[in-house]
C-alpha cells in the first residue's frame, strides 16, 4: 500500500502562483509514475500533470501547459505541482496519486492505483 498527503492549497487571487506538495509512504519502491488531477464542483476529475520515476519526463494537460511544473524529490518521496500564473478556472481540489504501472501516459485516472485526499485550491478575480 501508498499513501499520499497533499498539503499546500489555498485561497489565492488570479495571477498568483501556489506550490502543491505531496508526500508519498509505504511501498513507495513500487510507483512507477505520480501525477495530479484536479475536479471542479460538477465536473469529472481531470488530469492536470505526471512525472516517472527519476523525474526527467513530465507530461500536462494541454490547459495548464507552459504554467504549472511538476516535480520530484525521490529523496523526501515527495512530488511537487508548481502553479504559475493562476486563472479562476484553475479553481478545483487537486489530487496527487500514483501508480504502479505499467504506465502509458495517458494522463486517465484508470492508470492510477492510489490517491491522496485532496487539496482545496481557490483563485478569485
Known amino acids: 500500500q501508498v499513501q499520499l498527503v497533499e498539503s499546500g492549497g489555498g485561497l489565492v487571487q488570479a495571477g498568483d502562483s501556489l506550490r502543491l506538495s505531496c508526500v508519498a509512504s509505504?511501498?513507495?519502491?513500487?510507483?512507477?509514475?505520480m501525477g495530479w488531477f484536479r475536479q471542479a464542483p460538477g465536473k469529472e476529475r481531470e488530469f492536470v500533470g505526471a512525472?516517472?520515476?527519476?523525474?526527467?519526463?513530465?507530461y500536462y494537460a494541454t490547459s495548464v501547459k507552459g504554467r504549472f511544473t511538476v516535480s520530484r524529490d525521490n529523496a523526501k518521496n515527495t512530488v511537487y505541482l508548481r502553479m504559475n500564473s493562476l486563472k479562476p478556472e484553475d479553481t478545483a481540489v487537486y489530487y496527487c496519486?500514483?501508480?504502479?504501472?505499467?504506465?502509458?501516459?495517458?494522463?486517465?485516472?484508470?492508470?492510477?492505483?492510489?490517491w491522496g485526499q485532496g487539496t482545496q485550491v481557490t483563485v478569485s478575480t
Open positions: 496519486a500514483a501508480a504502479r504501472g505499467p504506465y502509458y501516459w495517458g494522463g486517465t485516472t484508470a492508470e492510477y492505483d492510489y
Open positions: 509505504g511501498r513507495t519502491f513500487s510507483i512507477e509514475a
Open positions: 512525472i516517472g520515476r527519476s523525474g526527467g519526463n513530465t
